[in-house]
């Protein structure tokens, strides 16, 4: 059974609802609605007063499928580019101070949303008695086109205005402002990993499966595949594309000439993500990044079978030498960076996988970190996984980045030490 919760901040009260000893508060806005005129522009301040039903969850930023649900399986959430918002998930919206962790998801910078199943964030609330917020931000063009004379990375700066609203609001769901850790997973920790290079308010990190080995768009590239995409549309300039319908760039990501120009760049990126653009980002991200390992403490990990959740390629010689290069050998390099510059910084790796064709694929560990094996049903990747094992992993894996959020060790030597995490 679940009972009505109120948590007051300063634009007013919000109404959530309180489940086996957790409160959630859904589909909070931390930004205006990016519609019309504010359509690729850098996020405003949000504009509610007064009462706010935070009972239902919201929308998910518009999207295709996940290129990955061959391996994870697929999810049916609303879509809305009105998606700037937030949830809350803590013990109680009191005046105890806990441990904050912030969550962005993984999807290529395409796909996901925080509204989802496999990112409630119940079950790391109550085991840790911590507050955890999990973040939408804008996806594909809407949130990573750029064209010169526009803002880049408007997706990153949504993801950096979560955060300044956290920290600001945090106190009144139980949270402490002083101790927010940041947690991402594949977009979302080279996210965190990028707003390392920039001013960040935060100084301890979770970062899993950070795509670094692909390295960052040029502002030339970017704007190369931004002509294809205006093509796609029938669009002249920035304002033209404004005013089409959100599905016909949805569709422009399929569009010939789009996915003959991103074939062309032949870096292996996702079509779109965070661009060097010399303003938001550092046109040398990759000196950017060397320097920037030192600005937080990590707990770094990475899968060992990667690639293999991603079309078309297998757990052979080729694919585990694609994934130490995309994935390990980034993950080790910055661990040891951050080790290196005085930080506190632990390794670990996932070894866990139950099938022959993904093993210990991109994103297995997921329903581990949040213990949300049930919001899986079916999954290819998870297949056959011994239900006892499975939650003995989970309840290992919980402690573990429970412990690092709270500033303590995961429980085992820190970096250049290698951690295997298995089931069994």
């Known amino acids: ?46 504009r509610w007063q007064g009462r706010r039903d935070a009972g239902r969850p919201g929308p998910v930023a518009p999207q295709r499928p996940s290129r990955l649900r061959e391996a994870m399986g697929d ?38 949303g925080a509204a989802l199943p496999w990112y409630d964030g119940a079950r790391l609330a109550a085991r840790g008695d911590v507050v955890v917020v999990g973040v939408n931000y804008r996806l594909a063009a809407l949130g990573w086109l750029y064209l010169p004379g526009q803002t880049a990375n408007a997706g990153l700066l949504d993801q950096e205005a979560a955060i300044d609203w956290v920290i600001e609001h945090i106190e009144a769901f139980g949270g402490d402002p002083a101790r927010i850790t940041l947690m991402g997973q594949s977009a979302g920790a080279s996210s965190i990993c990028a707003m390392l290079t920039r001013r960040p308010r935060f100084a301890r990190a979770i970062l899993q499966s950070a795509a670094l080995g692909r390295g960052f768009r040029s502002a030339a590239q970017a704007e190369t595949l931004a002509h294809a995409v205006l093509a796609a549309c029938g669009a002249r300039d920035l304002d ?11 569709r422009a990501q399929q569009d010939a000439g789009v996915l003959a120009a991103l ?8 079509l779109f993500g965070p661009v060097a653009d010399g303003e ?23 899968t060992r079978d990667e690639m293999a959740a991603f079309p078309g390629i297998g757990r052979d010689a080729a694919g585990a030498a694609l994934g130490e290069a995309v994935f390990g050998a980034p993950a080790r390099a910055w661990a040891g960076r951050a080790a290196a510059s005085g930080r506190q910084a632990w390794l670990a790796r996932f070894d866990v996988g139950a099938t022959a064709r993904f093993g210990a694929c991109h994103c297995i560990e997921l329903p581990f970190v949040f213990d949300t094996l049930d919001a899986y049903p079916g999954a290819p990747m998870l297949a056959g996984l011994d239900p006892a094992a499975a939650q003995d992993l989970a309840d290992r894996t919980q402690r573990a980045w429970l412990a ?21």
């Open 1 to 46: 059974m679940s009972e009505p919760i109120t948590a007051r901040i300063r634009a007013g009260d919000l109404h959530g609802v309180r489940m086996n000893g957790v409160c959630r508060f859904s589909a909070i806005p931390y930004a205006a609605p990016p519609v019309g005129p504010l359509r690729f522009a850098p996020p405003q301040p949000p």
């Open 404 to 424: 690092f959020i709270r500033g303590d060790a995961p429980g085992w030597p820190p970096a250049p030490h290698l951690h295997a995490l298995d089931a069994g």
């Open 280 to 302: 938001v980002l550092a046109r040398d991200m990759d000196a950017a990044l060397a320097g920037a390992a030192g600005r937080a403490d990590v707990l770094v990990s990475y």
């Open 240 to 250: 033209g594309l404004r005013a089409v319908p959100v599905e016909a760039l949805l």
């Open 75 to 112: 999810f049916d959430a609303a879509q809305s580019e009105d998606c700037l918002h937030l949830n809350v998930w803590t013990p109680a919206p009191d005046a105890a101070r806990r441990p904050v962790v912030v969550w962005l998801h993984g999807g290529a910078w395409q796909s996901g």
């Open 263 to 270: 074939r062309a760049e032949d870096s292996s990126r996702s």
